[in-house]
């Protein structure tokens, strides 16, 4: 990373109070970031810019900020993607406040594929984790990249359903963040945040100083929507942040897709909500594809090693029948606790839980947090 490239783009993000938008009135009106720190105070305060972000500039405090920062980059191996540079995301530029600079950690390849979004509740009921991780994972086999905020629920779902992707290793989805670039939120996310990092990306517009705080979440909602093709809302309650990452999708000329929940649930409102008001329904990921442009799904191939056919191959493995007896007994949206599952199989505890042992390690069941089992969707 070149200091002299990036410094004044640095010392811009610094600047205290002012925001995509107002550092893009800046840009416009002197051309460049180090123009803007070469600039008097007048003509500063004559863009009309909070008082002390017209002072701090003027004081070229946020420069040496911005040295420390870049050193600290450097150790991060972060990379630095201003919105003059053709790895910037296209796309992106068309929304009215683009992030003048992007901190980027991973393949910043990745930032000008076909992205869909996918995003939802962060807590989701089992049928909707599971919808994300088939949907994300179907989707990245086909050649897209599965775009989400990288929070508990089902953006991390998602995520994780593209990182098991059979095109895993040349990238498959990005996390937008709504903090720092090093910091890891919720914590639970480390192992997920490091897999990104080193299979696909993580992206913010936020510096180094900038920790998790409510605010920021929505602001970042913009470039998740901003970026995809498309935004896949799988749950969300009756004021969800993923309905207004969808309405943001909208506005930005994207197609709104949704999950359709069960009517009682109340993570199945946001989804439903969006069918009624028109979005696609979407049960897999054909139905995502086939709204997309003609050009964009002459593109898209998919990845034959995980064809539905190929994944419905385990059931043709020779189930026990205390195997065959418990699978019959779970479904995929609702949670059997063990002991029930003892009482309804006749199988005593032992032999109940070696055989949902074996039923998981073969992939079609999983287990849920105090010894409650789902079936896997395939």
């Known amino acids: 990373m070149s200091e002299d490239r990036y410094l004044y783009w640095v010392a811009l993000a610094q600047v205290q109070g002012l925001g995509a938008r107002l550092e893009a009135r800046l840009l ?3 051309g460049n970031p180090e123009a803007i720190f070469r600039a008097s105070l007048t003509s500063l305060e004559a863009q009309h810019i909070p008082a002390p972000s017209a002072q701090a500039i003027a004081s070229q405090q946020p420069l040496k900020d911005a040295e420390k920062e870049l050193a600290e980059l450097r150790k991060l191996g972060v990379r630095l993607v201003h919105w003059g540079e053709p790895e910037y995301p296209q796309r992106l530029l068309q929304i009215y406040d683009p992030p003048p600079l992007l901190y980027v950690k991973g393949k910043v390849e990745l930032l000008n594929r076909h992205c869909i979004a996918l995003v939802g509740t962060r807590k989701p009921t089992p049928y ?3 919808m994300a991780e088939r949907i994300a994972r179907d989707l990245a086999d086909r050649g897209l990249i599965i775009l989400s905020g990288l929070a508990r629920g089902i953006d991390s779902s998602a995520h994780k359903g593209a990182l098991a992707s059979a095109r895993a290793a040349e990238g498959t989805t990005i996390g937008v963040l709504g903090t720092s670039i090093k910091v ?6 480390k192992k997920l945040y490091e897999q ?10 936020f510096p180094l100083n900038v920790f998790a705080a409510p605010q920021n979440f929505p602001i970042r909602n913009r470039i998740i929507a901003g970026m995809a093709l498309g935004v896949v809302v799988v749950e969300g309650a009756q004021y969800s942040g993923s309905l207004i990452t969808a309405r943001l999708g909208m506005e930005f000329g994207g197609e709104v897709y949704a999950v359709p929940g069960n009517v009682t649930q109340p993570p199945s409102f946001a989804p439903n909500h969006l069918i ?5 329904l979407v049960t897999g990921w054909e139905d995502v594809v086939e709204e997309l442009p003609t050009e964009i799904r002459a593109e898209l191939f998919p990845v034959e090693a995980t064809t539905a056919e190929e994944r419905a191959s385990l059931f043709e493995q020779n189930l026990s029948p205390p195997e065959r ?3 019959g007994l779970l479904s ?3 949670a059997r606790h063990v002991d029930e599952l003892v009482e309804l199989s006749g ?3 032992s032999e109940t839980l070696a055989s949902l042992l074996e039923l998981e390690m073969k992939g079609i069941i999983r287990q849920m947090p105090g010894k409650n089992f789902v079936k896997v969707l395939l």
């Not at 009624?276 to 696609?280: D, S, W, Y």
């Open 28 to 30: 416009r009106a002197f």
């Open 332 to 334: 995929t949206d609702e």
């Open 276 to 280: 009624k008001q028109g979005a696609k």
């Open 347 to 349: 199988l005593n505890s």
């Open 128 to 130: 909707g984790n599971q």
């Open 325 to 327: 007896a418990l699978y």
């Open 184 to 189: 890891v939120y919720p914590k639970e996310n």
């Open 196 to 205: 990104m990092s080193e299979r696909g990306c993580i992206i913010t517009e």
